[in-house]
């Protein structure tokens, strides 16, 4: 269920691998114009587009669990072949800055969870699972459990997830347009090391999946993959994944996120999506203004930080930095550690919350 982005076809499986195959076409086809733009991510946002459009104009568009895992499968392992033992130990040391970003996420939905309740006139519980920073089912799951309204928490995590990954990559290349660190030419992997590589990666993900680990297919490739290439035995440093499979990738991650933009899911809330963009925004600038000011005191430049600290989705912002040809593996440690966090926290922290908002009216407890 967590990897469905759309809502199952009652059609016959000949007719819907048509219609599916036609989508794909042409989100591929919107990939590659915005691709010639130069503009970052345009494989994924072309795609994207292209799918929420249809979706918009009351279509469902459902994409086979395989394909997005496979999509997040290669992805983890472009991620996990850029793990050295020097990236290891980087690792190691942000880990508390990794905890703090997280911990901020958190704070900002607790704190900007009663402006959401009253203006978007949705139950405390929605408003502060609604902004959290953690993956669109969990979070849905997790509030749902609490009491909140899983459809509205869902549509806004789109809309969460659609505009970081609409916005961020475009003002982060607006201001560094000149930043083309790790351009230099890499050596494409050989297929023979690719094909173990992503056998790696896929039984990683698998048992990613069956731990239940957040974003599991993307983070068990990222893990099992990121052990073997930093001992050095799957691949040398530099290699990188061809760049068609990221194509690929890109577009099927850009379809599952268009595909997500059902329009009788928000046309349900415009209240509350009224009231969450903003709020989404500025929680989007204070995590960014954040991570810039984190710069100043870590040896991290501020692209790099900008997408560690973002609230957008773990592939999506993985994705990005390889776009904008940032440290991909610290932005997905960052990311991965965030996941972890609100994943296990957040029902907690927002039974204690809850505690706080049902003392207040009674005054000062005894």
Same mark, same amino acid.
């Given at each position: 269920?967590?990897?469905?982005?759309?809502?199952?076809?009652?059609?016959?499986?000949?007719?819907?691998?048509?219609?599916?195959?036609?989508?794909?076409?042409?989100?591929?086809?919107?990939?590659?114009?915005?691709?010639?733009?130069?503009?970052?991510?345009?494989?994924?946002?072309?795609?994207?587009?292209?799918?929420?459009?249809?979706?918009?104009?009351?279509?469902?568009?459902?994409?086979?669990?395989?394909?997005?895992?496979?999509?997040?499968?290669?992805?983890?392992?472009?991620?996990?072949?850029?793990?050295?033992?020097?990236?290891?130990?980087?690792?190691?040391?942000?880990?508390?800055?990794?905890?703090?970003?997280?911990? #901020?996420? &958190? *704070?900002? @939905?607790?704190?900007?969870?009663? $402006? =959401? /309740?009253?203006? !978007?006139? +949705?139950?405390?519980?929605?408003?502060?699972?609604?902004?959290?920073?953690?993956?669109?089912?969990?979070?849905?799951?997790?509030?749902?459990?609490?009491?909140?309204?899983?459809?509205?928490?869902?549509?806004?995590?789109?809309?969460?997830?659609?505009?970081?990954?609409?916005?961020?990559?475009?003002?982060?290349?607006?201001?560094?347009?000149?930043?083309?660190?790790?351009?230099?030419?890499?050596?494409?992997?050989?297929?023979?090391?690719?094909?173990?590589?992503?056998?790696?990666?896929?039984?990683?993900?698998?048992?990613?999946?069956?731990?239940?680990?957040?974003? #599991?297919? &993307? *983070?068990? @490739?990222?893990?099992?993959?990121? $052990? =073997? /290439?930093?001992? !050095?035995? +799957?691949?040398?440093?530099?290699?990188?994944?061809?760049?068609?499979?990221?194509?690929?990738?890109?577009?099927?991650?850009?379809?599952?996120?268009?595909?997500?933009?059902?329009?009788?899911?928000?046309?349900?809330?415009?209240?509350?999506?009224?009231?969450?963009?903003?709020?989404?925004?500025?929680?989007?600038?204070?995590?960014?203004?954040?991570?810039?000011?984190?710069?100043?005191?870590?040896?991290?430049?501020?692209?790099?930080?900008?997408?560690?600290?973002?609230?957008?989705?773990?592939?999506?912002?993985?994705?990005?930095?390889?776009?904008?040809?940032?440290?991909?593996?610290?932005?997905? @440690?960052?990311?991965?550690?965030?996941?972890?966090?609100?994943?296990?926290?957040?029902?907690?922290?927002?039974?204690?919350?809850?505690?706080?908002?049902?003392?207040?009216?009674?005054?000062?407890?005894?």
């Amino acid at each position: 269920m967590a990897d469905r982005p759309g809502l199952a076809s009652s059609s016959a499986p000949g007719a819907a691998a048509l219609r599916l195959a036609a989508i794909a076409a042409a989100a591929s086809a919107g990939g590659w114009l915005w691709n010639l733009t130069g503009l970052p991510l345009g494989w994924l946002m072309g795609a994207a587009l292209v799918t929420g459009a249809w979706v918009m104009l009351a279509h469902h568009v459902v994409l086979p669990r395989l394909l997005i895992r496979a999509a997040h499968v290669a992805i983890g392992t472009g991620v996990g072949l850029a793990i050295t033992p020097d990236v290891v130990l980087r690792m190691v040391g942000w880990l508390p800055l990794m905890i703090l970003s997280a911990l #901020a996420g &958190l *704070l900002m @939905a607790a704190a900007f969870a009663p $402006v =959401l /309740a009253r203006l !978007g006139r +949705v139950g405390p519980a929605t408003a502060f699972f609604s902004l959290t920073p953690g993956g669109v089912i969990e979070m849905a799951n997790i509030g749902g459990r609490a009491g909140a309204d899983r459809m509205t928490i869902a549509a806004l995590h789109t809309i969460r997830v659609g505009m970081v990954v609409g916005l961020l990559p475009l003002v982060l290349f607006a201001f560094y347009p000149h930043d083309t660190r790790g351009q230099a030419a890499s050596a494409i992997i050989a297929p023979g090391p690719l094909a173990v590589a992503l056998a790696v990666g896929t039984l990683g993900g698998w048992i990613g999946h069956r731990v239940r680990l957040p974003a #599991a297919w &993307l *983070l068990g @490739a990222v893990l099992s993959v990121g $052990v =073997l /290439a930093g001992a !050095g035995l +799957v691949v040398t440093p530099d290699e990188v994944l061809p760049p068609p499979l990221i194509a690929v990738a890109q577009i099927v991650v850009g379809m599952s996120l268009g595909a997500r933009f059902e329009r009788d899911r928000l046309a349900a809330i415009p209240r509350a999506l009224a009231a969450g963009v903003p709020i989404l925004a500025v929680i989007m600038g204070v995590m960014a203004a954040l991570a810039v000011l984190a710069s100043r005191f870590a040896a991290l430049d501020p692209p790099a930080l900008v997408l560690a600290f973002s609230i957008g989705g773990m592939a999506e912002m993985v994705l990005t930095a390889k776009a904008l040809h940032q440290d991909v593996a610290i932005v997905a @440690a960052f990311q991965a550690v965030r996941a972890v966090i609100v994943n296990l926290f957040a029902g907690a922290i927002w039974s204690r919350l809850h505690l706080l908002i049902s003392d207040r009216p009674k005054g000062p407890r005894s």
